[in-house]
């Protein structure tokens, strides 16, 4: 059974850090990357990170490069997204995935997970 479970999300100031956190499991972890994607209110679906479980390669969209750091622990088989500096914008719901080929469209990741929310007041 393939399982990816997010936590660590909530309610921040603006300016402020949260560390999201992403444990795969079952079939999922056989997975070549790890990405995390957000969703905002009436708004599709971004890429926001991926890393690759073997090297650790990490590609970033343009809007969080500098403020946000994905990272992984491959003996807990867990992928985190650090977040500083959030801003109101940053505010959605943020979903962890696993994929095989790494890349940054929706449709290369096979497994997701249920979200966590993040909210970033001003």
Do not use: H
Not at 93 to 121: F, H, I, K, L
């Amino acid at each position: 059974q393939a399982q990816l479970v997010e936590s660590g999300g909530g309610l921040v100031q603006a300016g402020g850090s949260l560390r999201l956190s992403c444990a795969a499991s079952g079939r999922t972890v056989s997975s070549r990357a790890m990405g995390w994607f957000r969703q905002a209110p009436g708004k599709e679906r971004e890429f926001v990170a991926r890393i690759t479980w073997d090297f650790g390669s990490t590609y970033y969209a343009d809007s969080v490069k500098g403020r946000f750091t994905i990272s992984k622990d491959n003996t807990k088989n867990t992928v985190y997204l650090q977040m500083n500096s959030l801003k109101p914008e940053d505010t959605a719901v943020y979903y962890c995935a696993a994929g095989t080929s790494g890349g940054a469209g929706r449709d290369e990741y096979t497994y997701w997970g249920q979200g966590t929310q993040v909210t970033v007041s001003s």
